[in-house]
């Protein structure tokens, strides 16, 4: 039997291991991809220690639902016109083909699923694709950055360009300047806010914010913080805020910091309660809170083009480089924020 490696997490225990599992065929609708690289992601990390759980339930599951590489065999009924060979990245998830709105053949799916979590993803020698999941790449966009596009950046871009709908010369705030974080600043950039701020308690993450192009980056502990906001904006505050950290005390601070009319978008995720601390102020400003949830097919494709017209370089998100055989050291050195990855990369 042909047989690959593949990051396998068996789920009733959380053990991870890279082991030999067969090569899969791919069925009708479906390709197989040769995996070119795969990014290792927080939410990979909070996988293997159990705090977070496939929502079909499954015995065992290959993680990566950050993926790129190319067609190897097509499988029999597919609708486009793929051929071995074709460079693509993965959408990190699919409709579930089941829900009221899959029946009607409507958007959105009511129950998607991941990639690398409710079915085998791309920390393998090869992963299967559905056809409507493949998002061709230009041949000079590397693999490695293509692979980060589905969720590392496109949740943060989805987040700014759509959920907090930025329009050019807003005043935006990014707390927590992370793997999601620090896009949210490049995207809120492109998207042309100004100024903006970064958020982040910790020195070295605050100067890695200024050089992806944030214009000013503050400790959220500093006692002038409130001040700081207001002299970057003019006395104004923020028309966006962005929590990418997931804490309540970063909602509580950006809910004070707010403009007439600012919103504050949720990306991080908390099960915490919510705290408004002046709720009449809140009202006063006609404010908004908006929950935020990864991204949508558009987004990546969106995001395909911008790369590859060279208007948003992914190189500097790039950290490192593993062997798949290594993927429980890249876990580690993501878990332990050794040398403060943005992204690392496994490579089959
Ligand atoms: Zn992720
Ligand atoms: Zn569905």
């Known amino acids: 039997m042909n047989t690959m490696l593949a990051g396998r997490l068996h789920v009733p225990g959380a053990t991870f291991r890279v082991e030999e599992v067969p090569i899969p065929e791919p069925g009708p609708g479906e390709v197989l991809i040769e995996v070119k690289a795969a990014g290792v992601c927080l939410s990979d990390v909070h996988l293997i220690d159990g705090s977070l759980k496939p929502f079909v339930p499954v015995e065992t599951v290959t993680l990566g639902h950050e993926v790129a590489g190319v067609i190897h065999t097509l499988g029999p009924g597919l609708l486009g016109d793929w051929a071995p060979g074709m460079r693509v990245a993965l959408q990190a998830g699919q409709s579930c083909g089941r829900c009221a709105n899959c029946a009607m053949r409507r958007a959105p799916c009511l129950s998607p699923h991941t990639r690398g979590v409710d079915y085998d993803g791309g920390w393998a020698a090869y992963a299967l694709a559905r056809e409507d999941t493949l998002a061709p790449i230009p041949d000079h966009l590397p693999f490695d950055q293509a692979a980060i596009i589905p969720d590392a950046v496109s949740t943060p871009y989805a987040a700014i360009v759509d959920t907090g709908a ?58 002038d913080f409130t001040a700081a906001v207001r ?58 809170i908006r929950g935020h949830y990864g991204s949508s097919p558009e987004h990546v494709g969106q995001l395909i083009r911008l790369a590859a017209m060279g208007r948003l370089d992914l190189g500097p998100s790039i950290t490192d480089h593993l062997p798949l055989a290594d993927a429980a050291e890249a876990v580690r050195r993501l878990e332990q924020k050794a040398g403060d990855p943005i992204r690392l990369i496994l490579v089959p």
């Open 166 to 223: 930025v329009r050019p010369a807003q005043a935006v705030g990014v707390w927590g300047a992370g793997g999601l974080g620090i896009h949210g600043i490049r995207l809120a950039r492109l998207a042309g806010a100004a100024p903006v701020i970064a958020v982040d308690p910790l020195a070295g993450a605050r100067d890695r914010a200024l050089t992806f192009g944030a214009d000013l980056a503050l400790d959220p502990a500093d006692p």
């Open 231 to 288: 002299r970057a904006t003019g006395g104004r505050g923020l028309d966006a805020a962005f929590d990418f950290a997931g804490a309540p005390a970063v909602r509580e601070q950006a809910a004070t910091v707010l403009h007439r009319g600012g919103i504050m978008v949720l990306a991080g995720l908390t099960p915490h309660p919510l705290t408004v601390t002046d709720g009449t102020r809140f009202s006063w400003n006609r404010n908004e």
